[in-house]
């Protein structure tokens, strides 16, 4: 296969992928090694062919099939900067990030297709391709399986290793490209996550690592892309579901896994009868990240598969990564681990010249590690660094004695629901032109299930009064502009909202009012 210069290729008819709860016709498909090294050898073919070459960029716009893997194989192998969108996204929302990232390709799949040819119409300079066995009468869409079915799947001389360049989203509510730094080398080369994934995590030919996320999101990709460069089968499930992912354990004989704390919430949901009722002996390492795991629920956990869970922290930028085991963690209740690779410091947010602080107490985190900008935003860039180089993602915490790193915000605006970063300006931007709307501010709530769900707190305008019908409207509003998961599932009316002469809202005043959730 030669996803990796220093782990023997994998048998050809060894599983690379296997389908787990897919949708109409994919539940238990299974796409060997030797055909993912042909496709995904077409794929570097196709995208030549359309003039792609090394550093130029390709979006891949798929919901959770076997192709997304050879696609992003031959993305990578060509060299590319190949961009996850999430296939949740508005036509709009997902139209910005293709174009932003000046992607000259799309692939798509049929949950995306009406997305993808509205892009089409929106930005015919992108050449767009479809997958699935359905023919899809789309003007501008083209077959991405006829697209390749005449192309060679021999060798190809001189590959390099692309690399994929992940979008998070903007405190101005427009989401930000990740460039991270990368020098082309040969193909085979891999990245530094294959390594902590063999090294730390203990993945090799053997594993069989369970996806049940998103394959947009950085981790599930990143680890999923790693398992595979170190010889391992990946099982994906289109959705999540609690007694599905189980059952695919035991049936698969799962090795590995990565969930966020929502998943373990529902896992642990099941009526202990239940969840007795299938094996998971063979897990070896469950993972999890994204999002801060309830204490209580990470003991739960724990205590159900043994002490086989592992917890990092780290952002898409790539800068820097904390990481903990089970033993350590019941010593360090609460903590993210200690840094590997690349040390951490606190800073003071409010020192200019940008002190550290002594362990206990709260400040500004940086990782040593830097390595990338944002693409086009040299002041987010500019204001991610320490002037001793150093990066951070924006996120609060401290150290203790020992090194062990605490996480005292994610990042002040930040909503994480169900594991999904959500900033909240890109929802007042929907809501406050709404003309019942003098004001609004939008915040996340504790939710047992999803660590936190979106609050919209409006301040009604003069001639207004608060009403359930309103906040029909305001929320039908946000559902008409946003990706779902983004919208409010709650509304609060306030008679004003606290802010500074300067305008600048209060939102940790708003946080600790609705610490325990709205008043309806």
């Known amino acids: 296969m030669g996803l990796s210069a220093d782990v023997p290729d994998p048998p050809p008819d060894k599983p690379a992928v296997v389908m787990a709860g897919g949708g109409p016709g994919l ?23 359309l003039g792609v070459q090394p550093g130029d960029h390709v979006a891949v716009m798929l919901a959770n099939r076997p192709e997304y893997f050879e696609i992003g194989w031959g993305a990578q192998r060509r060299g590319t900067y190949w961009t996850p969108v999430n296939w949740h996204l508005t ?21 995306t297709a009406e997305v993808a040819a509205q892009i089409s119409a929106r930005l015919p300079q992108v050449t767009t391709f479809l997958s699935g066995a359905k023919r899809f009468d789309l003007p501008g869409v083209a077959s991405y399986t006829e697209a390749i079915a005449g192309l060679s799947g021999d060798p190809i001389p001189d590959e390099v290793e692309g690399l994929y360049f992940y979008y998070s989203s903007g405190t101005t509510g427009r989401p930000k490209g990740i460039k991270r730094d990368h020098a082309f080398p040969p193909f085979g080369t891999g990245m530094t996550l294959d390594l902590l994934q063999r090294w730390v995590f203990g993945f090799g030919p053997e594993s069989v690592y369970l996806c049940p996320a998103p394959l947009y999101h950085a981790a599930p990709l990143g680890f999923s892309l790693g398992a595979q460069r170190n010889g391992g089968t990946v099982v994906i499930m289109d959705r999540f579901d609690p007694e599905g992912c189980l059952r695919a354990i035991e049936q698969l004989h799962v090795t590995h896994a990565q969930f966020v704390p929502t998943h373990f919430v529902r896992m642990l949901k099941l009526p202990a009868s239940e969840r007795a009722r299938f094996d998971t002996s063979s897990l070896q390492t469950v993972i999890h990240a994204a999002a801060p795991c309830p204490a209580e629920v990470k003991r739960q956990m724990i205590d159900w598969l043994g002490p086989k869970l592992w917890e990092y922290y780290a952002g898409s930028e790539g800068n820097g990564i904390t990481v903990i085991g089970s033993e350590e963690w019941l010593s360090h209740p609460g903590s993210v681990g200690r840094a590997v690779g690349s040390a951490v410091h606190i800073v003071d947010p409010d020192d200019p010249a940008g002190a550290e602080l002594p362990p206990g107490e709260d400040g500004l985190i940086y990782f040593e590690g830097s390595g990338f900008e944002y693409h086009h935003d040299p002041g987010k860039t500019a204001g991610s660094r320490h002037s001793m180089g150093w990066s951070t993602l924006g996120d609060i915490g401290h150290l203790d004695e ?3 790193l605490y996480l005292s915000d994610r990042r002040t605006d930040l909503i994480i629901s169900g594991g999904v970063n959500i900033y909240p300006a890109e929802i007042e931007q929907a809501l406050v032109m709404h003309r019942a709307v003098a004001d609004v501010a939008v915040i996340g709530i504790p939710d047992p299930e999803m660590g936190e769900s979106v609050l919209a707190i409006v301040q009604p305008a003069e001639t207004e009064a608060g009403s359930a019908e309103l906040a029909n409207d305001l929320i039908a509003l946000c559902r008409d502009q946003l990706a779902s998961f983004k919208c409010p599932r709650s509304v609060e009316f306030v008679t004003e909202l606290p802010r500074l002469p300067t305008g600048k809202l209060l939102r940790r005043k708003l946080r600790e009012r609705y610490q325990a959730g709205p008043a309806r």
Do not use: K, N
């Open 91 to 111: 036509a709009d929302e997902a139209a910005y990030i293709v174009e932003d990232c000046g992607a000259s390709v799309l692939f798509a799949s049929p949950e």
């Open 27 to 49: 539940d238990g498909t299974v796409v060997t090694f030797g055909e993912l090294e042909h496709r995904s050898r077409q794929v570097s073919r196709l995208l030549a062919g």
């Open 402 to 404: 020992e090194g062990f």
